[in-house]
C-alpha cells in the first residue's frame, strides 16, 4: 500500500458527461500528479500541483482540469466525455517538488465511456 | 516517434531464469532512470532508481544505464512466479518532475 488513496475506483458513465476523481496524497507529500494510463499509449503525464498551485503540465486536453485543496487533496474534473477518454487514471505524490523525489502511484481510478 | 520506447512483449520465462528488460529514449536530457513494478489492476511501484551511467544493484535486481547509448536495462536474477508483472522505464530531466514512461513490458515467470 503506497499510502495514496484514490476513489472511486470504477466509473462507468456515457459519453458528454463530466465525472470528477478524487485522489489523497500519503501524509505530508505536497505534490500530487495526475497520468492518464491506456492500452495504446501507455502512462502520460497530464498535470502536477504542489502545495496547492499548478507546477507543470503535460499532454491534458482542455476538456480536463485538476484542482489542489488546501488540506492537499486532488481533484481531477474530466467533462464532454468522448469513447477515448475510457482508461485508468492514476495520481501519485512525492514529498515536495524534486525530480529526485520518488513518485507514489495510488491504486488507480478506472473510467468507462460507454 | 516515441521519446521512450520499450518493447511490450509479452515475456515468458522459466522460473529461476535471468530476466532482461531494455528501453531506448532520445532524449539526451533525461537524466533520471527509473523503473516502476506494476501488478495487474494495481498503480505502479517504484523499483529502482539510478540517475548515472553504470550499474545499480538492489537484491536480485540491477539496473543499468548507458547514455552514451541511450540504452537502459533491468536484470532479474533468480526470476519467481512472484515477479510477473508489468515493467515500466521512466525517465525525467533535471528539474522537471514529469515523468516519461515507456509503454511496459509484461513478464510472465514460469514454475
Known amino acids: 500500500d503506497s499510502g495514496v488513496t484514490q476513489t472511486p475506483k470504477h466509473l462507468i458513465t456515457a459519453t458528454g458527461q463530466r465525472v470528477t476523481l478524487r485522489c489523497s496524497p500519503r501524509?505530508?507529500?505536497?505534490?500530487v500528479y495526475w497520468y492518464q494510463q491506456s492500452l495504446d499509449q501507455g502512462l502520460q503525464f497530464l498535470i502536477q500541483?504542489?502545495?496547492?498551485?499548478?507546477?507543470a503540465k503535460g499532454n491534458i486536453l482542455e476538456r480536463f482540469s485538476a484542482q489542489q485543496f488546501p488540506d492537499l487533496h486532488s481533484e481531477l474534473n474530466l467533462s464532454s466525455l468522448e469513447l477515448g477518454d475510457s482508461a485508468l487514471y492514476f495520481c501519485a505524490s512525492s514529498p515536495r517538488s524534486q525530480s529526485t523525489d520518488t513518485q507514489y502511484f495510488g491504486p488507480g481510478t478506472r473510467l468507462t465511456v460507454l | 516517434q516515441k521519446e521512450v520506447e520499450q518493447d511490450p512483449g509479452p515475456l515468458s520465462v522459466p522460473e529461476g531464469a535471468i530476466v532482461s528488460l531494455n528501453c531506448t529514449y532520445s532524449n539526451s536530457a533525461f537524466q533520471y532512470f527509473m523503473w516502476y513494478r506494476q501488478y495487474s489492476r494495481k498503480g505502479p511501484e517504484l523499483l529502482m532508481y539510478t540517475y548515472s551511467s553504470g550499474n545499480k544493484e538492489d537484491g536480485r535486481f540491477t539496473a543499468q544505464v548507458d547514455k552514451s547509448s541511450k540504452y537502459i536495462s533491468l536484470f532479474i536474477r533468480d526470476s519467481q512466479p512472484s515477479d510477473s508483472a508489468t515493467y515500466l522505464c521512466?525517465?525525467?530531466?533535471?528539474?522537471?518532475?514529469?515523468?516519461?514512461f515507456g509503454t511496459g513490458t509484461r513478464l510472465t515467470i514460469i514454475p
Open positions: 521512466a525517465m525525467s530531466i533535471f528539474g522537471n518532475e514529469k515523468l516519461t
Open positions: 500541483y504542489y502545495n496547492g498551485e499548478e507546477r
Open positions: 501524509s505530508g507529500d505536497l505534490s
